[in-house]
């Protein structure tokens, strides 16, 4: 198993340690060559969605790598990964890859010094370490999006068939689960 | 500050990696620097070169203009106080900023002592010259640092001094045998923990970026290629002839910063840099502020 990260901006080195301690080969995608090296999933980490869905653009990535999410490439999406997953995003005109059915708000909980660490419920693996950076949530999903943890009333994991996405950051935390989850999917 | 607290503000500069924090003075400024691809804006009232060309005393900025840039924009907005000016800090943290930068750019108002920032709940940034500055601004509380650079003189020269500097001294710590580590915090005026982190991880504990004299996108993939996690770039953007094309080839130069096929692209036809002027030419040196 060999899976890419979207090595645009943001903490996707994070998840390179993370693949490492899971014993998973990972390599860093940042142009249109990378992209057709072959490899089984993909992780879209956080930092910022403005910036991240600009590069994809302007780098030519866009069209082939919603093309491959489409033909049912596993992908991973944390934070600004999952806004650029959203069919849907609340209070933005912007919208990015657009491949998952769900709603997002972006920014939901305010600015940096709403910015929490909580222990929630995560897809029956029991409690996990969350911590939510300027996070989105979930504001609705389609009928066949599986949740996955809700924290407050708000969604904040969910998956649709091979689309995974959190709203907090698993990679900033010694914890392996979602990143667990995410391998099981293949 | 509740070690929790400290955490969260040190992921935030882990989401800023790999992108460009971008001065802005006005909000129409700020939204060209997101459409450009900036990971976040520094609101200020004058950029550097403009601060360097005034002289005076130079202040934290108006909030009100700093509450309009953050209107303007939906990514993290920093914005700047005096070094040692915890009323300015605290103003700051009370219009929600994101990130305060406690900065040589503006006149210092305290000549010994540093903000206490173990006392904020929103995240500091400083700049260093060296570990040891570096590494006491950590022991403040920053939850991130950028190398220092020559502010407003589109001069790498410095950012390149200050990151080398601060890269070889953490090389040196991190060849050190357990029991020189003692003598090299005594040296270095840090608590031994710290030297002790850098030793065993080879970097600093916060995410730090390079900082004052960027002009071009070779410049931020020089800084990268050093070893910065991102850049700052001041007046290099808006003191520039077409500032939209030349923050994003500099958002685009830092993502790709080893492809040099890419580099030549991003750098044609970008209309004139700043002027910019010589470290022998300027009487003022921002950088010697703070220590």
Redesign the interface.
Known sequence: MKIGILSLQGAFLEHEIKCAKLGVDCFEIRNKGDLKTGFDGLIIPGGESTVIGKLLRELDLFDIMRGMIGDGLPVFGTCAGMILLAKNILNDDRLYLATMDITVKRNAYGRQRDSFYTVGDFAGYGKIPMTFIRAPYIESAAAETEILAVVDNKIVAARQKNQLVTAFHPELHEDTCVHEYFFNMF | MLA?RY???K??A??????VIMDVTTPEQAQIA???????VMALERIPADIRAAGGVSRMSDPQLIKEI?AAV???VMAKCRIGHFVEARIL?AI????IDESEVLSPADDRYHIDKTQF???FVCGAKDLGEALRRINEGASMIRTKGEPGTGDIVQAVRHLRMLQAEIRRLASMSRDELYEAAKQLQVPYQLVAFVHENKKLPVVNFAAGGVATPADAALMMQLGAEGVFVGSGIFKAENPQKRA?AI??A???YQ?AK?LAELSEGLGAAMVGINEQEIELLMAERGN
Do not use: H, R, W, Y
Request: proline content about 5%; hydrophobic content about 45%; some cysteine.
């Open positions: 929790e955490e969260l503000n992921n935030l882990q989401m800023l990696k790999g992108g997101e459409e450009a691809g900036a990971c976040a953050q939906s990514i993290p943290e929600e900023i994101d990130f709940v929103v995240p994003a958002v685009t830092v993502a790709n492809d890419l």
